[in-house]
């Protein structure tokens, strides 16, 4: 089956410009992630949606970043006014469980944003 | 805040060696710790993980050994080969579903 699919894969944009990241999670998946991968920093956890209650944002590194999840599905990560120091991959994940239950997350490829 | 501390950040292990991860957690309200497998260009995938009221989990090669006063989880990969190159991740799990994971292992296996 379809697994968790992010787009753009690649992004590169002029600083100070806003850019979204889609992903689109595994059908079905209740629970969905934004973490971001920086070289030598490892995942850096960004928000985390959970069925229709409120998402968990506090991993939100300031207020130029957003993200939505539409119809419990769909997800878009928004970086306005980008600077140089958010250049790095972009990783969705999802998960079938409820909160608690596992840490099994699925993972997509990773959107990789570079601003110039 | 950085809540799960994981060392090396890199590893060289030699083909049919144990190479040994460590990670030590902060906060107690973790209830399950995973840990990740990454290649180049990939997402991260689950490895294997455990439960804080089990003292070591094993799943072929790859054995968690886990120490709850020490706040204190290891992953030890056995008879490593070069196919086990990659980075590789801890984790936790807090009981609202937020997953935490640690800095990154890259580990090279050399034949």
């Known amino acids: 089956g379809a697994g968790v699919s992010q787009s753009p894969s690649n992004k590169v944009t002029e600083k100070g410009k806003d850019v979204e990241l889609r992903c689109d999670p595994i059908?079905?998946?209740?629970?969905l992630y934004w973490y971001r991968q920086s070289l030598g920093q490892g995942l850096e956890f960004l928000i985390y949606?959970?069925?229709?209650?409120?998402?968990?944002k506090s991993g939100l590194p300031s207020d130029r970043f957003s993200a939505e999840r539409t119809g419990g599905s769909v997800s878009t990560l928004t970086i306005q006014r980008t600077q140089q120091e958010d250049s790095a991959v972009y990783l969705c994940?999802?998960?079938?469980?409820?909160?608690?239950?596992?840490?099994?997350?699925?993972f997509g490829e990773g959107s990789r944003l570079t601003v110039l | 805040q950085q809540q799960v501390k994981q060392s090396p950040q890199s590893l060289i292990v030699q083909k049919g060696g144990i190479s040994i991860i460590n990670c030590a957690y902060e906060?107690?309200?973790?209830?399950?710790f995973p840990w990740y497998q990454q290649f180049p260009g990939k997402g991260p995938a689950l490895l294997i993980a455990?439960?804080?009221?089990?003292s070591e989990k094993k799943e072929g090669r790859f054995t968690i050994s886990f120490n709850k006063s020490a706040k204190q989880f290891s992953l030890h990969i056995m008879d490593s080969q070069p196919g086990d190159s990659a980075t590789y991740f801890c984790?936790?799990?807090?009981?609202?579903?937020?997953?935490?994971f640690g800095q990154g292992t890259e580990l090279s296996v050399k034949p």
């Open positions: 994940a999802s998960s079938p469980y409820h909160v608690g239950n596992t840490g099994e997350l699925f």
């Open positions: 059908s079905g998946h209740t629970a």
């Open positions: 949606f959970q069925g229709n209650s409120a998402p968990d």
């Open positions: 906060n107690t309200a973790f209830d399950y």
């Open positions: 455990i439960r804080p009221d089990v």
């Open positions: 984790a936790a799990l807090n009981q609202g579903g937020k997953l935490i």
